[in-house]
């Protein structure tokens, strides 16, 4: 079984900045892709980072330059920097962490709870 937990998140100005940590645990052999996916009202969930095991990072168009995603292997958490946030950022923040639980069965998705990003004056 594999647990994970999100923290961060808040209300912040235009222009401020936020960090979101999102840590997973248990039955963990190994872990591949992490990121994060964001949901605004009205909207679909769209990627907004991700980075690979080696620590390969991309990101969506509208974060570039203002967020950074980035791991922790020892701690099996992933972050995401959040700078210069905009009202456009609003959205519920999802983890997901690409882990094998076992040595020889496939990997399976596992996602945070979701925090709430609400950028407004």
């Known amino acids: 079984q594999v647990h994970m937990v999100e923290s961060g998140g808040g209300l912040v100005q235009p222009g401020g900045s936020l960090s979101l940590s999102c840590a997973a645990s248990?039955?963990?052999?190994?872990?591949?892709?992490m990121g994060w996916y964001r949901q605004a009202p009205g909207k679909q969930r769209e990627l907004v980072a991700a980075?690979?095991?080696?620590?390969?990072?991309n990101y969506t168009d509208s974060v570039k330059g203002r967020f950074t995603i980035s791991r922790d292997n020892d701690k099996n958490t992933v972050y995401l920097q959040m700078n210069s946030l905009k009202p456009e950022d609003t959205a519920v923040y999802y983890c997901?962490?690409?882990?094998?639980?076992?040595?020889?069965?496939?990997?399976?998705?596992?996602w945070g709870q979701g925090t709430q990003v609400a950028v407004s004056v």
């Open positions: 248990g039955n963990i052999f190994s872990i591949g892709d």
């Open positions: 997901y962490v690409r882990i094998r639980a076992w040595a020889g069965l496939p990997e399976t998705d596992y």
């Open positions: 980075i690979s095991s080696g620590g390969s990072a």
